[in-house]
């Protein structure tokens, strides 16, 4: 398939998933800004470990490093997108932004879905690499 395919599945996977969990972040009784702790700490230690998982795979690359390292990104970005949701819409929820802060929220809500959609594509193109 051409590359231009495999862009087209991405990002139609990352509509699929980002509007899915934003109706999950609405609909869920569960307040992802507060649970039984802060989530804020727990994401962030989260991408550092990430960061630092990046890191290492310059040295240990491969295909099934890569799935690993797209798919955590995915799911911890996945987790991201809830949690800003649940930031935007305030309601019934601990933590909220004001809306004041719009460009902020807004900024949040598009690193999300991008960084979403950088891990779906490099899932696809490892998945369908021949290494």
């Given amino acids: 398939m051409t ?5 087209f599945y991405a990002a139609v996977i990352t509509c699929v998933i980002c509007l899915a969990l934003t109706i999950f972040a609405f609909q869920t009784k569960i307040d992802f800004t507060m649970s039984s702790h802060d ?15 990046g890191i290492v795979m310059i040295f240990f690359h491969g295909k099934v490093m890569t799935l690993i390292y797209a798919s955590l990104g995915a799911i911890l970005f996945s987790v ?27 900024l949040n809500i598009y690193l999300d879905v991008v960084n979403i959609f950088l891990s779906i594509l490099q899932i696809l193109g490892a998945a369908n690499s021949d290494d």
Avoid: K, N
């Fill in 3 to 7: 590359d231009r395919l495999w862009v």
């Fill in 39 to 53: 989530m804020t700490p727990v994401l962030f230690v989260c991408v550092i470990v990430l960061m630092i998982f």
């Fill in 80 to 106: 991201y997108l809830i949690y800003d949701t649940q930031l935007m819409i305030g309601g019934s929820h601990r933590y909220s932004i004001s809306p004041e802060e719009y460009i902020f929220a807004a």
